[in-house]
């Protein structure tokens, strides 16, 4: 039959599963299920072109195909390569994937500071996740971070590049969602900033949308920002007739005040549908909306319960540790 022939059976984890042929590994094992799944910090299923420039999916393919059961010899980015039939995968099994990943989330944090206590993505930013759930809890450097002076991206949306990740998606968003692309990645390695051609608005109706994408807290919403801790608010599912977006959004109330819009985020984290800014930033009244009820909430959201429950917790670490190691 032609339906099988365009099959493939890959195994992730243990775990068999018949896809798609051209399905990359990272969705197949998305398909499985977020235990099998491995982290991801650029790709985006909603954006073209995303991934492949962090390499937090990082998986062994321990037999290539049925055809040549030869093992890749280095890890691979799950969500840039697709499955062959007969592939056999490990990523949670992995102590090569594991060693790899703390030594990415250890990359990404040469130049993010941590300042996770003052910062608007905290309990719901996706390195912080990442960290807990894979990183090493004590660093090995020493060196100064990168900084650089916050930039208005018109008057609602606040770029702090010192935050930045580099992992494209506010420039994929901005390309593939706005009218035209006002702003991109400039310069390169330590260097690379995002601009806006400088402080150039972006004057668009779904320029807001780079918030709801930025996986840290790069780019945040200025009509929102330092008003509470996410996990203060309760997300309330709300609709509303709307000419240029769906209209469907969430709610972030705290008591009777709408402190926030955003766009609904499915189980990756990722916004189900992109929305207006019209929806997200002057619709801040209860009597705007359809309220259809409390949010479901995802499990990279703090807010849901036990998230961290099964985390081993790092010992205290002790000063005299940290010298060791910096030497
Ligand atoms: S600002 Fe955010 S979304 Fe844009 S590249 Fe940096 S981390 Fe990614
Ligand atoms: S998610 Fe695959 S390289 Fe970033």
């Known amino acids: 039959m032609q339906l099988e022939n365009d099959m493939a059976k890959v195994t992730i984890d243990g775990i068999q599963i018949e896809v798609p042929d051209g399905t990359t590994i990272l969705n197949a094992a998305r398909m499985i299920g977020p235990d099998v799944a491995p982290p991801t910090m650029c790709y985006y299923s909603k954006l073209k072109t995303s991934g492949g420039y962090c390499r937090t999916c990082l998986v062994e393919v321990t037999k290539g195909s049925e055809k040549d059961p030869r093992p890749m010899p280095k890890l691979v980015a799950s969500c840039r390569t697709t499955v ?5 995968v490990s990523n949670n099994t992995s102590a090569k994937v594991k060693d790899a990943r ?17 910062c608007d ?39 702090h590049m010192t935050r930045c990740i580099l992992c494209y998606r506010c420039v994929k968003t901005a390309e593939q969602i706005t009218d035209g692309r006002v702003h991109g990645v400039i310069n390169r390695g330590d260097h690379a900033e995002i601009s806006t051609y400088v402080a150039q608005a972006i004057d668009n109706d779904f320029s807001g949308n780079v918030i709801d994408v930025c996986p840290v807290g790069a780019l945040t919403d200025k009509t929102f920002r330092f008003k509470s801790r996410v996990w ?6 709300a609709h509303r007739s709307c000419d240029t977006c769906s209209g469907k959004v969430v709610l972030w109330y705290q008591g009777e005040e709408v402190l926030r819009v955003t766009g609904r985020k499915d189980e990756w984290g990722e916004v189900e549908e992109f929305i207006c800014n019209t929806c997200r930033f002057d619709k801040k009244k209860t009597s705007d909306w359809t309220i259809e009820g409390p949010r479901k909430i995802n499990r990279h959201s703090v807010i849901a319960a036990n998230h961290y429950t099964n985390l081993v917790k790092p010992k205290e670490f002790k000063l005299n540790e940290i010298k060791q190691i910096t030497e």
């Not at 062959?84 to 056999?88: L, Y």
């Not at 703390?102 to 003052?118: K, S, Y």
């Not at 930013?125 to 916050?150: A, I, P, V």
């Not at 203060?232 to 599912?237: E, S």
């Open 121 to 159: 993505q905290a309990g719901e930013c996706h390195l912080q996740d990442l960290g807990y759930e894979h990183g090493n809890y004590k660093t090995r450097t020493d060196f100064e971070r990168r900084t650089f002076d916050k930039i208005d991206i018109g008057d609602k949306v606040q770029l």
């Open 84 to 88: 062959m039939d007969g592939m056999e």
């Open 102 to 118: 703390a030594g990415v989330v250890e990359f990404l944090l040469l130049n993010h500071p941590l300042d996770c206590p003052v």
């Open 232 to 237: 203060f608010t309760k997300p309330v599912d």
